[in-house]
């Protein structure tokens, strides 16, 4: 078990050097798209258990987020703050089920969020989300989410060389 902590330890260390990194060299908007093609594959790829885990933390983070956002804008409109945690409900709902069909549509779901929250509140939340997961203990492997989230940075490395001018 102390291995498996200490290993676990790593991994996250890793994680983290590597958010940090690419989120400082390409910014917010690179880092939610790539968290958001991560776990696309990871849920296409998890079982239901594995699933019902991933989306209860994301479920978790979301919410803990949605409500910091709205405190630090100082929003008390609670019929809008309302629509907006019925969208992440049903955001979720929607990830419990996801086919590879459903790719598209989880894309726009993810597009909504960031063009209402920004890029800076939706790489955090999957940020958190990530980390959570990697916590020992879970139901996921860390490969599982580990593998998809580099394959998902290399995807986004190579879509920004070929945007970049030379």
């Known amino acids: 078990m102390a291995l498996l902590a200490s290993i676990a330890t790593v991994e996250a260390d890793s994680f983290y050097q590597k958010h940090e990194r690419y989120l400082a060299l390409h910014g917010c908007g690179f880092m939610a798209y790539v968290y958001q093609e991560a776990i696309v594959q990871i849920l296409l790829d998890a079982n239901l258990d594995e ?3 991933l989306c209860g933390v994301f479920r978790r983070v979301m919410s803990q987020s949605i409500d910091a956002h709205f405190g630090q804008m100082e929003l008390t409109d609670h019929t809008l703050r309302v629509g907006l945690a019925d969208n992440a409900r ?3 709902a929607f990830l419990h089920s996801m086919s590879l069909a459903d790719k598209t549509s989880f894309q726009s779901v993810h ?5 209402s929250y920004g890029c800076n509140f939706m790489s955090q939340v999957y940020y958190d989300t990530f980390e959570c997961a990697l ?4 139901l996921v492997a860390p490969d599982r989410i580990l593998a998809p989230f580099e394959q998902a940075l290399g995807q ?8 970049r001018p030379d």
Not at 111 to 115: E, I, K, Q, R, S
Not at 135 to 138: L, M, N
Not at 157 to 162: E, G, N, Q, W
């Open 111 to 115: 597009l909504g969020f960031l063009t």
């Open 156 to 163: 986004g490395l190579k879509k920004a060389a070929t945007a």
């Open 90 to 92: 049903q955001w979720l």
């Open 135 to 138: 916590r020992p203990g879970g």
């Open 51 to 53: 699933r019902y885990e």
